[in-house]
């Protein structure tokens, strides 16, 4: 069994002006399709250094195998969790991300909006998804079957290496 964080990126969410329901989905979902315990949740506002900081945090601390992120990822001005991201992490894993925005576009055009980033830090895998509870539904659908084997790897449980040979 995997330990998983779940990070709500949202000002609003983080004032109390709303409830987060990506969050509870995304932590419901990792329970309920894949068995795994929900490590971490916290809600943090739309803040570059407040994003990063809990990444490092989780992976570097706590130890968590996937850190899903919610939020943040789209046009405006103050969505900035994939820089966030992208300061944490070590090394890309941009087929997730285009994995989810390939199947989004089949659902929305504006999926291909997203500038939601993929990557490992340490042996902590990050993915970043929209903030929309629909699109984390489907989003996360997308990516499920593909991270025990990710995880297995990250975590170098004997023989995964091998389930991948040809």
């Given at each position: 069994?995997?330990?998983?964080?779940?990070?709500?990126?949202?000002?609003?969410?983080?004032?109390?002006?709303?409830?987060?329901?990506?969050?509870?989905?995304?932590?419901?979902?990792?329970?309920?399709?894949?068995?795994?315990?929900?490590?971490?949740?916290?809600?943090?506002?739309?803040?570059?250094?407040?994003?990063?900081?809990?990444?490092?945090?989780?992976?570097?601390?706590?130890?968590?195998?996937?850190?899903?992120?919610?939020?943040?990822?789209?046009?405006?001005?103050?969505?900035?969790?994939?820089?966030?991201?992208?300061?944490?992490?070590?090394?890309?894993?941009?087929?997730?991300?285009?994995?989810?925005?390939?199947?989004?576009?089949?659902v929305t055009?504006?999926?291909?909006?997203?500038?939601?980033?993929?990557?490992?830090?340490?042996?902590?895998?990050?993915?970043?998804?929209?903030?929309?509870?629909?699109?984390v539904q489907?989003?996360?659908?997308?990516?499920?079957?593909?991270?025990?084997?990710?995880?297995?790897?990250?975590?170098?449980?004997?023989?995964?290496?091998?389930?991948?040979?040809?």
């Amino acid at each position: 069994m995997f330990r998983v964080g779940i990070l709500t990126v949202s000002d609003r969410v983080s004032r109390g002006e709303t409830t987060d329901e990506s969050g509870v989905i995304l932590a419901r979902l990792v329970q309920e399709k894949l068995g795994w315990e929900i490590g971490r949740r916290a809600v943090v506002p739309d803040e570059r250094e407040a994003i990063a900081a809990v990444l490092r945090s989780w992976a570097d601390e706590e130890d968590l195998a996937l850190i899903l992120t919610t939020g943040g990822t789209g046009f405006a001005p103050r969505d900035v969790t994939p820089e966030a991201t992208l300061d944490v992490i070590e090394r890309a894993a941009p087929g997730l991300v285009e994995a989810m925005r390939q199947a989004g576009v089949e659902v929305t055009p504006h999926a291909m909006l997203s500038r939601a980033v993929a990557g490992i830090r340490g042996r902590t895998l990050i993915v970043n998804l929209s903030g929309s509870p629909k699109a984390v539904q489907e989003q996360f659908a997308v990516i499920a079957p593909a991270l025990p084997h990710a995880l297995r790897l990250l975590r170098q449980i004997p023989g995964e290496d091998t389930r991948h040979a040809v």
